[in-house]
Structure formats: structure tokens, C-alpha cells
């Protein structure tokens, strides 16, 4: 596991929280937001170095994956019943979208060094990722129609660290954003 220099000062009552299926409002700083969520863990696992939390956010009226790391406050929360029917109801819905939604789309990807060491760190698409020679990498994964925008950011954000090669829909969207960045720029 790659050494980091953080601090996770509430990553003890985190796991008993957990352990004690509670509900928790935590003070979240995220890349957008610094705010009150409200959740439930469900789990808490290391990777890449970090410390998660998968957990119900009422906020986000789904699951999502949080780093423990960012969570600046964190105590037990009042009206757990109201929240657990929620839950509840968040996952019959889940349910039923999931039902409806498209299949996955087919994403692959050539990588350099810099650009597979920041793909690996993420535990969703880590291991989808193989070594083609020493220079070069090739990430092959499945993209959940739900997650399009996150991969269009992602892989515009590697640069020159990749080059997708299919769907040429995401091509399309990286190169899109990469003429508006020119567009900034231009003088």
C-alpha cells in the first residue's frame, strides 16, 4: 500500500458507526462542496493508500463512495427511522432503473506510466487495466451509462497520459472539451 501523509481523525468512530449500521451527519469537503451530509456506511476498506466509506447519502439519494480523509466532522444523526425509509425507497427505485437502464458501454483506453498510475489508484476501474510493453498500458472496462460524465472528465484530465480508443463517442466529448479549453485561450 503506497505510504500518504494524511490524517483520518475519525476513521475509528467511522468503523464502529458502521459496525453499528448509524446513520451520520459528516462534515464532507468534496471538489465542489463543503457540507453536512447525511448517510449511513455500509463499509469502510482502503485503497490505493486511502481510507473509503461506502455509504447511503440522503443528500445524494444514493451510494456513493467517500474518502475518510475528507470527513472534517461526524456525529450520529437524529431521525435514523425517517432516514432508513428513505433508504428503502432509494432502492426500490435503484432497482427499478437499473432494469430500464442501457448496457454498459465498452470504454479502452492506451495509458502511459503517469497516466496508468493515476487509473490504478481508482478502485473502480484499477483493475481493469493491463500492461502492453514496458512503455504502454491498456485500460479495458465496462462504463455505466450513470458514470459517462465522470469517465469524459477523467480521461480529459490524463491529457497526454492517454488516448482513448473506443467508444469514439468519448472521443468526441474529450476533444470537445479540449476545444472550449482552446477557445479560452486563444488570443
Known sequence: MPKRNYTAPYLSELLTYTSEARWLKVY???EHHRRWLQMKPGRVFTSGGFW??????I???EER?????????????DGAAEA?????????ERKARVQQEEAPIRIRAKLSYLGMLRAEQDEHIGECIRAVSDEEWELDCRCPSSEWQWFIRFFYSLGMEAEVLEP???RHEIRQIALQMCDRYDE
Open 168 to 170: 469514439a463517442a468519448l
Open 28 to 30: 464532507y469537503r468534496s
Open 52 to 57: 473509503y466509506c461506502e455509504a447511503y447519502s
Open 65 to 77: 463512495t467517500f474518502r475518510v480523509d475528507r470527513m472534517d466532522a461526524l456525529e450520529v444523526m
Open 84 to 92: 432508513e425509509e428513505q433508504l428503502n425507497k432509494s432502492v426500490q
Open 59 to 61: 443528500t445524494h439519494g
